[in-house]
């Protein structure tokens, strides 16, 4: 007689280069012992599987008419049925969103994350569907530009809305009922290039989502 095994609670991390890995000093994506949704896995253990879906350049919902194809709305549609049932959604995008081209300040960003936390807690008409609990996390404010890779994509007013980002998705969270933390609380931009994260940093990071996935599986 086979014996049935219970799922392990599913997670997935959508998100952007900072989700994705991206390594600051060289451009590489960190390896599985350093970036932050692979230590998650580690810390939630075996009793929950960690998707990573993380793309670089992935913004809430803008087409980027420079690089193209990096509309979060877009790519949560597919996400979701790739991976569904999934159990608990975590959603950290907007830094993009500060880039000088999209001219959008932390409001407007704010209100595009809405349309993302709206489609989230809706069911599709999939067989598994169903809606997850959602994380929204903010990212932290972008570093000082002076002097880094990114200084010509993103300028000061970009790093002024940056610090504002965490408030306005406080608010969104509580309008859609979502869940948040903002990452800005343990982890920092690097100063090597303003915008991604450090190595040593990121075994914190997994430690404090993994300990807000945990009140989501309660």
């Known amino acids: 007689m086979s014996k049935t095994t219970k799922n392990p609670i599913s997670v997935v991390c959508f998100g952007d280069s900072l989700t994705w890995g991206f390594n600051p000093v060289d451009k590489s994506r960190y390896g599985h012992d350093i970036r932050w949704t692979r230590l998650l896995q580690k810390e939630l253990g075996d009793g929950f599987y960690v998707a990573e879906e993380g793309v670089n350049g992935r913004t809430t919902v803008f087409e980027d008419p420079v690089k193209g194809d990096k509309n979060g709305l ?28 999209f001219c959008m300040n932390a409001e407007t960003i704010a209100i595009a ?24 996390m903010s990212p932290p404010p972008l570093a000082p ?32 009922g979502a869940a948040f933390f903002d990452a800005g609380t343990v ?3 690097s100063p090597v290039d303003a915008v991604h994260f450090d190595a040593e940093p990121q075994a914190d990071l997994a430690r404090a989502v993994a ?8």
């Open 74 to 101: 877009t790519h949560l549609a597919t996400v979701r049925k790739t991976h569904m049932p999934i159990d608990i959604l975590i959603i950290m995008l907007g830094t993009n969103d500060l880039q000088a081209r």
């Open 211 to 218: 300990a807000e996935v945990r009140k989501l599986a309660n």
């Open 113 to 136: 994350m809405g349309r993302l936390l709206d489609f989230a807690r809706r069911p599709t008409d999939d067989v598994e569907g169903r809606a997850p609990k959602v994380l929204l």
């Open 187 to 189: 982890i920092s931009a």
């Open 145 to 176: 530009l002076a002097g880094t890779p990114f200084v010509a994509q993103f300028s000061e007013q970009s790093v002024t809305e940056s610090h504002r980002l965490a408030a306005c998705y406080r608010e969104k969270a509580v309008e859609y």
